[in-house]
């Protein structure tokens, strides 16, 4: 097969930990063609979507004394050629957030790949639908108690009525611009006003869990079946877990609970077209569905021994022989 992968600047890729590169690696390791682009170089032309795509070689990583060894280089990148992506088999749109202007503009034209030929993952309709902060809410038993408002007195009751909450930007990634919020704290009103950027933009306000201080665990789902989970604990004095703000990471295995939150999303993932998929589950409540780059196979690999790479490849042949189409 004949794979793209619409990803952010090779050279800003970490090849120890980005689930773009586990993916290419896997690949590659099957025997597929494997090309990138950056989602700068999409365009519509006769009605088709077409890419500035570029081959690209990895050398392997291997895992020893329980860490990865990046060689260096670790890949090697040939010349760029100007293609329809009709031609590729699949396309990985694995470009990082945030969903800003220029993200959603890739989004549209990628909505010119014709779906009886090629696979996109995820599908550019569901990348829209699914904001990764506001998507949660359709299953109101799966999440802690939230609300989403800019409006400051409505934040101001709902922290005052919990005594802890947690605030979210919606557009944020990664852990950035995430608040504990407590009540009675002087400065809560404005943290409130820098958040929502005076009254102007709407954020996420959820009952503040205790479990977190016991972990932030993602799992990876594969056409809507946990594949994988890794558990982020918070360290030192932060109370996020993500691995961007130093979470350690542990093994960790699906609770039924979390199995139950699996199999209910699962219809709503496969109806939007969305196939790869991470989800970020706090003492047995949802708390997002990311979407866009979901990362975590180099460290459920390191901790698990396996190679959900592979998985995801083989998935990929199987539904190219039976003809998989999207939405």
């Not at 590169?21 to 590659?28: H, I, R």
């Not at 594969?222 to 961007?244: C, S, Y």
């Amino acid at each position: 097969m004949k794979l793209a992968f619409i990803v952010d600047p090779i050279s800003r890729l970490d090849p120890g930990h980005d689930t773009s590169v586990a993916l290419m690696e896997a690949a590659q390791n099957q025997g597929h063609e494997v090309w990138f682009a950056q989602a700068q170089d999409l365009q519509v032309v006769d009605g088709k979507a077409w890419a500035l795509l570029q081959p690209i070689t990895l050398e392997p990583i291997p895992l020893l004394d329980g860490h990865w060894q990046v060689p260096q280089p670790w890949c090697a990148v040939g010349e760029p050629v100007r293609s329809p992506l009709n031609q590729m088999d699949a396309v990985f749109m694995r470009k990082d957030p945030p969903v800003s202007t220029a993200y959603l503009y890739a989004t549209y034209i990628l909505d010119f790949v014709d779906p009886q030929k090629t696979l996109v993952v995820n599908h550019p309709q569901g990348l829209r639908a699914a904001n990764e902060k506001m998507f949660a809410l359709q299953f109101t038993d799966a999440i802690p108690e939230t609300i989403v408002t800019q409006n400051k007195q409505t934040i101001r009751e709902f922290v005052e009525a919990k005594g802890l909450a947690v605030l979210k930007p919606l557009g944020g990634k990664a852990g950035e611009g995430i608040l504990l919020m407590e009540a009675g704290d002087r400065n809560l009103n404005s943290l409130v006003e820098i958040s929502t950027f005076q009254g102007q933009l709407p954020v996420m306000v959820q009952e503040y869990l205790p479990q977190a201080t016991e972990g932030d665990k993602r799992i990876i789902l594969l056409d809507g079946e946990p594949i994988g989970a890794v558990n982020r604990i918070p360290t030192g004095k932060e109370f996020r877990g993500n691995m961007a703000t130093g979470g350690r990471v542990a093994q960790s295995d699906l609770t039924a609970r979390e199995q139950q939150i699996c199999s209910q999303l699962a219809p709503t993932l496969r109806k939007n077209g969305l196939i790869f998929v991470g989800i970020d589950v706090i003492g047995g409540y949802l708390t997002e569905i990311n979407v866009t780059s979901p990362t975590g196979i180099r460290e459920i690999d390191r901790l698990d021994d396996v190679r959900l790479g592979d998985r995801v490849m083989e998935w990929l042949e199987n539904a190219n022989k039976r003809g998989y189409r999207q939405i």
